[in-house]
């Protein structure tokens, strides 16, 4: 009875979550498999035979389990075992036990085969053979796994998962990277005290600035592990570097003797810059662009308090974004746009904490996402569903991910004082 | 070792026993004529003595007064220039999200003028940092900001521009490691730093 009970609740949430959701919905145009968070499919891993079988299935599931878009079904290892004995797949009993889809691995000479199974059609829907490299549990040999675990959730959902990126961050002034599972955080070789990292559209390069003496824009080849450094002037602070979306220039905010302007920079960093605000004295910081690259979302402190607003590549056409609605909340900033082009993501300051919040570009109006500690700093997953951001309610500074469509949250990194966190586009093998 | 210590010391008493009987022997040299002073040159030779320990004692204490100024100067310089010192580096505070220079920070950028007018050797890094509540990154533009408005009211005034480098640290290096509005206020500054001349005894314009 309790355990009913607790169920009735959980459905009622979930209920109450997803109705401004789908209402939200209705004003956007999705292409793809149209997914109701509510009725997420539950997806069976089935064992994997062999020496490595056991850490594939963990990573999967793990991974199908953090894109938030199936549930994944666990059973004990015993019941597991029955569930595809003697080589035939048992689909009533997977049924039973809730699983609509099932993944079955095998392992081969050059990696991994796998099949994807509808349970109710009682048939294989998809198949494919992921190379993986020999060496076990190295870098690129997690990033494979994640690769075939991005795929089967392509194949079940629509949408390729985000299993296979990276999360940029600063934790005591270095730049550093870590899996989107948690795993493999490590620093990056820097020049000065850095901010601020950003991902190049290919997923080979980061972007950071420094701060102090000699502050810099530092263009970060992970490929060659080569830096380019511009931008260091007198009296000149650099900061909050992203690229194009094409890839093609960079634009950042040089702060110096009258306020900070942004200006672009083409990425051969072969042509003088370009200033592209007017900010007369005032601050003009924290670019971010559309996806098709044609506007600018920044933070501006030219009506006196930081608050963001939207303006072309160019520079013209400059509109308040945020508007203050919220009483005394007088501190907007770190924009973020998002991939689908729907929605902004920001902070603002609420009974004194900074929260994450969204604003829609065409209805313009704000959801908060968060309210637990004090959280900052968003930014977007490539499949515009989640957000990294940097919180607090841990006790520490730490980099924690939100579902926006479902508000679960998981906390990324484990060790005081991350933040400023950056999501990689989808990592080509 | 015993053995050769003993006989070490055997052989330096036999040598100073030595050189004691040489000194009791006496010379065989006839004593030279002894010349008798009258009263008048005795008198004179003290006269003259008494003269020359007095322009000792004299040079000596002049000397003694010349150093003892010398240090007393130098201390004076150094704890002028120490003061001095302290004065150019005192610390300048700011307002919530402002860049705007208040009286107080105005009369310490005041006290640094004559400073910087009288040792023209002299060129300062001004430091600007703010507290932990803005966007970090933000926070990087504002410290910027405050240090490029010390910098304009001291040029403003008359000095060089190019004896006053700006930097930001944002929020990064709080002076006040406290979550609370005291110090948060002592984490709003603009700090000093001497990048040349920092070898000058200072001087301040009168």
Redesign the interface.
Known sequence: MPRLAVTALAALAVLASSAPLAAQDTTAVRIGIRYDPSQRPGVLVLPIAGVVGDSLRIIIQRDLDYGDRVVVITPDAALAATLAAGGSINYPLLAKLGASRVVQGTMTPRGLHVALHDVAKAQVTDVAEFPLPIAQNTRDWRAAVHGVSDQVEAWISGTQGIARTRVAFIRGSVVRMIDSDGEDDQAIPMLGEAMSPAWSPSGAQLLYTTFGVNSRVVLHDLTTGRARAFGQASNTTNLTATFSPDGSSIVWAAAGENGSDLFLMPVSLDAPARRITVGRGTDNVQPTFSPDGRRLAFMSSRAGHPEIYIMDADGTNTDLLTVSDFGDQNYRSSPEWSPDDRQVAFQSRISGKFQVLVIGLRDRTSKLLTSDGENKDPSWSPDGRHLVFTSNRSGTSQLWILDTETGRTRQLTHTAGSRLASWSPRLKP | MIVNRRATAFALLALSVGVLDACHKKPKVAPAPVTVATTDTMGERRRLDSLEAARRMADENARRRAVDDSLRRANEATSASAALRAALTAVVYFEY?QDVLNGDAKAALDAKLPILIANPGLSI?I?GHTDER?????N??????RA?AV??YLAERGIAESRL??????E?RPANAGHDEASWSQNRRAEFEITAGANLVLKARQ
């Open positions: 999200d890094r430091t803005g966007a970090d990154e933000y990087v533009a504002l410290g910027q900001k490029s910098k304009r480098e700006t930097v930001s640290m944002g990064e």
